[in-house]
């Protein structure tokens, strides 16, 4: 019973629920019948990066699309840069322009938009900006030339600075004397931009002038500058060496005063007392004199010294620098004539040799056979006089004329002719006897000697060469001589019954002639070793006549050398062979020793 009351109660409540849930649907069914109020569309959020220097448009728009014309309202505006007026570009959509601000340290900003419908004005959105910066090209002349002026005058150029890339080019121009620019010298240039100086060359001086132009904001580009001014009075050249002849100790040299002025002017001139220059010297306009400047001749000593150029307050000082006089060689005679001497004494005569200049004179001599200088090279101190020998040798006789030549560093060669003739009486040949394996002597003649020996360079290219004991070799220039045949005569001096000193010129048997271009060259063998030999050369005819000798010459064969082993003496040969015999006797005792021995030691 009470289970049936419990079902009956649960009824009851479902049956009540129900009946007042039907109520509440059909008002629930009655408010969705209502018109719903409509929002405005909803504005799209964006981020922009906007490079800094450049006016970027941000367009505004909406989620979707909603057909009607739209207006859209800037409710914040940005904290730092500039933004336009909204410009309409659709009917739902529209844009505006911002521009970034100059400061570096400013990388950020924002503004906010609201959009504006029939339906009414939507909650605001933000626009957030990034500023980057991209680098700046700084576009400068690589290079600006000023050409040339007057010192004192200016001259004015144009200088274009650009920014070719994008960024901000911000800086200052540095520039050093004598250049400069007028008015400011910083620049501020945004993308795109340019801008004009007004750079200047101003001289004080003359010369050559080289400078560059710097900029801050970019310091791996210079503009490099040029320009070169000349004084309106100069010296040329600006110092001034004095020089010498070899033979002279007087020290001259110069320099010219230029004018570039519109006026003529006069200048006084002073110097040491060691230099003579004239008092003073006038000078046309735009023209130049010459000022010569020299040193007093008894003065060799080195010189360091300066000429004042002065007018009107003006001075110019030109340096003067003149080294030590160097070696000046003089001779107190003249030509030597030596005159007839015996042919078998010779004679000796002395030549004064003195040096007046500063420095030590190192001097050679130089003279051909048969004249003969001792001492062929000396020394001359400054101011010393010098008494050189000189030797005519006993020869064969004959009139031999030549010259004598004192030479050496920094000198004037100084040359005397020189004569002497060489008399003397053939020594008689009857009587002598010849060996038969010597060739017939043939009787010296002074008329087949020269009258004169030839000049010392022609002397200098006939030479002795492959000098060995017993053989030698002639050079000498083909054009001495037309002759196609020749041979060498060798100087033989003997004495007869009556002890007489006799002269004889013999063959050289086996002489080997050849002609190479224009040189000829005798080859001689048979030479004694370690002897004086007087040779000469004589050409032949067609029919074998001999002429008039070209030449003379003397030489000394070597010592002919031997092998070592060959100079040992009969007691060295001895005492080795001793040495030899003892060593060999002990090697043999030693060896029975060991023979017999039975351990063996």
Known sequence: MEKLLRHLLLIITLGAFAGSAVPCAR?????????????????????????????????????????????????????????????????????????????????????????QSTAGVSAPVEVTIAIIDQPA????????????????????????????????????????????????????????????????????????????????????????????SQAPISAEPAAVVLGSQPDSPLRVGGFEIVNRTPEARTFTLTAGARLHVEKSISVPAGGRVSVPV??????????????????????????????????????????????????????????????????????????????????????????????????????????????????GPQLATVELQIEAELVGTPAATAGRQVAKATPKPREEDPAELPPWMPDPDVVRAIKITDLAPTSATILWPADLNEAARYRIERLMLTRDTAHALRKAWIEIPKTTFARDGARWSARLIGLQPQQSQTVRVVPLDAQGGAGQPLFMLDFFTPEKRTAGLLKIGLFQWLLAGLVVCLAITAWKRLRHSLTESPSGF
Request: some cysteine; proline content about 8%; aromatic content about 6%.
């Open 27 to 115: 008002a629930a069914d009655k408010k969705e019948a209502r018109p719903m109020a409509v929002a405005p569309p909803p504005p799209m959020p964006q981020k922009v990066i906007v490079p800094r220097g450049r006016k970027v448009e941000i367009p505004l728009r909406i989620y979707g699309r909603q057909n009607e014309a739209l207006r859209y309202l800037i409710k914040t505006p940005p904290a730092h840069g500039k933004l336009s007026s909204v410009r309409e570009v659709g009917r739902e959509t529209s844009a505006v322009a911002y521009e970034p601000p100059d400061d570096l340290a400013i990388t950020a900003d924002r503004f906010t938009f609201s959009v």
């Open 137 to 228: 090209q700084l576009a400068v002349p690589e290079s600006v030339d000023f050409g040339e002026l007057l010192a004192g005058g200016t001259a004015t150029k144009s200088l274009e600075l650009a920014n070719r890339g994008g960024g901000l080019a911000q800086g200052e121009l540095l520039v050093e004397p004598p250049w400069k620019i007028e008015g400011p010298c910083k620049y501020r240039l945004g993308a795109g931009e340019l801008t004009n100086f007004k750079l200047t060359f101003a001289p004080t001086d003359g010369g050559q002038f080289r400078g560059e132009i710097r900029y801050t904001s970019d310091r791996d580009h210079s503009t490099a500058l040029r320009g070169s």
């Open 294 to 407: 020299s040193a007093h001749a008894v003065d060799m000593e080195a010189i360091e010294d300066a000429v004042r150029v002065e007018q009107a307050g003006f001075v110019l000082r030109v340096p003067v620098k003149a080294p030590k006089v160097g070696p000046i060689l003089r001779v107190a005679s003249g030509n030597i004539i030596l005159g007839r001497v015996e042919a078998t004494r010779g004679a000796q005569t002395v030549i004064e040799v003195e040096n007046g200049g500063g420095t030590v004179a190192r001097v050679t001599g130089e003279i051909s056979a048969p004249f003969l200088l001792p001492e062929s090279t000396f020394d001359v101190a400054p101011g010393e006089k010098k008494q050189v020998p000189l030797v005519l040798q006993p020869g064969s006789a004959g009139r031999y004329r030549t010259w004598l030549k004192f030479k």
